[in-house]
């Protein structure tokens, strides 16, 4: 079983080719402040969107908040906005996720 963050090598390609793409994680990965060095040198506004399914989860609502303000207190050239909520709440997501459970099932 491949560990989180783990399933992709290197970076997602962005649906928008000139917006790069960097996967950070909460452990067993590149963490949020190496993914803010790189994209620091060429960028002064980044968006970190946590994929989490539920929003109702420490991570969410305690752990993401405080790394961000821990690299924001690091990089004060920068603007990070953080996305609100999960982005498992979002309908494309959902749908995704319920046609993806349906193929493990293997049901006709």
């Known amino acids: 079983m491949a560990r989180p963050g783990r399933a992709h090598r290197g970076s997602p390609a962005p649906a928008q080719p000139a917006t790069p793409v960097h996967v950070a994680t909460l452990e067993h990965g590149p963490t949020l402040a190496a993914a803010i060095a790189r994209l620091a040198t060429d960028h002064r506004t980044i968006a970190v969107v946590p994929l989490f399914l539920s929003p109702g989860g420490k ?11 821990a690299v924001q207190a690091a990089y004060p050239q ?5 996305s609100p909520g999960a982005i498992g709440m979002d309908e494309p997501v959902l749908d995704a996720l319920a046609a993806a459970a349906l193929r493990r099932a293997q049901l006709p």
Do not use: E, G, S
């Open 78 to 82: 920068l603007t990070l906005h953080l």
């Open 59 to 69: 991570h969410i609502k305690r752990d993401v908040p405080a790394l961000i303000a």
